[in-house]
C-alpha cells in the first residue's frame, strides 16, 4: 500500500491497523538538538485517546507511547525517531460478521474492488486508530514550531447544528467537545443525547488557529501552503470539507468587502487591516493569524438500521455492532492540530532554500 508517508524534508511514515500488535510512526528529518521526551509525546495522545468520556467510543486503551529510536540524553539525535503504540483492548470478534458485507460510510466497498483483500477488523489503516502517527509525530512539530515562536490553538467549532457563539480559549480543555464556548457546549451535550437515544450519530467542524506564523511561508504554484493545509486535513479520515479563511462564503462576497487592507502598525510593519484570507495570499503566509476549518461527516458506524449488500450481491438489513464513537469531532481537534502543525514545519523547512542569502547565513564564509 503507497501513500503512508507525508512531507518532504520533515517527513513521517505511519504504519498499524486498529486490530494489530500495535500503531506507530517513523518521523525522519526532525533537527538535532529539539529538548524533547516521552511526556511531549504523551500529552498529544492522550487528547485523542478512547474511552474518555460519554461521547468517544468505549474501547480502553492506554495510548502510551514507547519512543525507540532518535533520541539521547532528552535531545534528539537527528535520526530517525520512531515511535509506537501498541494496542490492548482490541475485540477483533465483534468485526467477524463484517467480513461479508460492506458498511454504509465506511471504505469496505473501495478496498475489496482496489486489493481484493482487506482487515475488516475495526477498518485496518482506515480506522481512526491511524491517527496514533500522525498525532505522536505532530506534538514534536509542534514543539519545533514553538521554538519558533509559532503557536496553534485548535478546537470545536461546531457539533450538529450547535456552532459557537463566544470564544473563550480556557473552556476549550473544561469540556468533553472542546468548544470554547460553554453554553454551546451544553446545548451540543443535549443534541448528542438525542443522537444516542435514536441510536445516530453526528458530524461538526474543527477550527485551527495559528499564530506567528512569518511571512512567506508556502509557494506560489504547485506548493502552496493553503493546498498542503488542505490537502494535510483532507487525508484524515471522515474530513469531508476544508476551509481557510472566509472559507464558502466568499462565493456570496464582492472584491471590495473581501480584500483585506494593508496598513503600518506602531513599529513600522506592514500589517493587514481584516483578515478574509486567513492568513495566505498567493499560497505564501501574509503574517495574519492563519484560520482553517475542517468538517467532518457523522460518524458512519451507528446502531440504527441500514441497509446494504453482501459479497454475494445480496441486499441485506445490518446492524453495526462494536465500539464507536458517537461524534469524531472532540477526539478529531488534536488530529487536526498535528496535521497542521506536520505541513507547517515541512514549509518552514523547504522555504530555508528560497534565499541565496539564508544558504550564506548556514553556509557562508565568515
Known amino acids: 500500500m503507497a501513500g503512508s508517508t507525508y512531507g518532504t524534508i520533515f517527513k513521517i511514515t505511519t504504519w498499524g491497523e486498529s486490530h494489530g500488535k500495535g500503531l506507530g510512526v517513523v518521523v525522519d528529518g526532525c533537527p538535532a538538538g529539539l529538548p524533547l521526551d516521552r511526556s511531549d509525546i504523551q500529552n498529544f495522545l492522550d487528547r485523542r485517546k478512547p474511552g474518555q468520556h460519554r461521547y468517544s467510543t468505549q474501547r480502553k486503551e492506554g495510548d502510551r507511547v514507547e519512543i525507540l529510536s532518535g533520541l539521547f540524553e532528552g535531545r534528539t539525535t537527528g535520526t530517525p525517531i520512531s515511535m509506537m503504540v501498541r494496542n490492548t483492548d482490541q475485540r477483533s470478534e465483534d468485526y467477524s460478521k ?52 509559532i503557536t496553534i490553538t485548535t478546537y470545536a467549532r461546531s457539533i450538529g447544528p450547535v456552532t459557537m457563539e463566544t470564544f473563550d480559549r480556557e473552556e476549550i480543555s473544561n469540556n468533553e467537545l472542546c468548544m470554547p464556548d460553554a453554553q454551546a457546549a451544553a446545548k451540543a451535550q443535549q443534541y448528542l443525547e438525542d443522537c444516542l437515544a435514536a441510536h445516530d450519530s453526528s458530524g461538526g467542524c474543527v477550527e485551527c488557529i ?16 493553503d493546498a498542503n493545509l488542505a490537502k494535510a486535513l483532507m487525508s484524515i479520515g471522515a474530513v469531508k470539507a476544508v476551509e481557510i479563511g472566509d472559507g464558502i462564503s466568499v462565493a456570496a462576497a464582492t472584491g471590495l468587502g473581501n480584500n483585506d487592507g494593508f496598513t503600518i502598525d506602531e513599529q513600522g510593519h506592514i500589517i493587514k487591516t481584516s483578515n478574509h484570507a486567513g492568513g495566505i495570499l498567493g499560497g505564501m503566509s501574509d503574517g495574519s493569524d492563519i484560520i482553517l476549518r475542517a468538517s467532518f461527516k457523522p460518524t458512519p458506524s451507528i446502531y440504527a438500521p441500514q441497509k446494504t449488500v453482501n459479497q454475494d450481491h445480496e441486499p441485506i438489513d445490518i446492524n453495526i455492532k462494536g465500539r464507536h464513537d458517537p461524534i469524531i469531532v472532540p477526539r478529531a481537534v488534536v488530529v487536526v492540530e498535528s496535521m497542521t502543525a506536520l505541513t507547517l514545519i515541512d514549509a518552514l523547512m523547504t522555504g530555508m532554500s528560497s534565499r541565496l542569502s539564508n544558504l550564506k547565513t548556514i553556509w557562508g564564509k565568515h
Open 98 to 149: 463484517i467480513s461479508s458485507y460492506y458498511r454504509p460510510g465506511h471504505a469496505d466497498y473501495t478496498y475489496d474492488e482496489k486489493y481484493g483483500f482487506r482487515d475488516y477488523r475495526g477498518g485496518g489503516r482506515s480506522s481512526g486508530r491511524e491517527t496514533i502517527g500522525r498525532v505522536a509525530a505532530g506534538a514534536i512539530a509542534s514543539k519545533l514550531l514553538e521554538e519558533l515562536g
Open 210 to 225: 495559528v499564530h506567528g506564523m512569518p511571512v512567506g511561508v508556502g509557494d506560489p504554484v504547485f506548493e502552496k501552503l
